[in-house]
């Protein structure tokens, strides 16, 4: 995924090619919360950290609904 500046949409973005993690239920989630409790340097880090939390955090709601009942 090509550097978007913070706040701008990029519209070529890992959902629209299909992201996908080969990973349990329970690994995405635990990914999930290590992500979050993460804090990335400034800049393009912080960029694709934000890309990458919301992608995962995404998965993480799905698999807690599908598999943990919430």
């Known amino acids: 995924m090509k550097y978007v500046e913070y706040g701008k949409h990029d519209p070529c973005d ?3 090619m299909g992201f ?25 880090d912080a960029v694709a950290h ?6 995962f955090r995404a998965e993480a709601e799905i698999k807690r609904k599908k598999y943990f009942g919430g």
């Open 14 to 16: 890992a959902y629209m």
């Open 20 to 44: 996908c993690v080969w990973m349990s239920p329970r690994q995405v989630i635990l990914v999930e919360d290590a992500l979050e409790k993460y804090t990335p340097k400034p800049g393009i």
């Open 50 to 55: 934000k890309d990458v939390w919301s992608q």
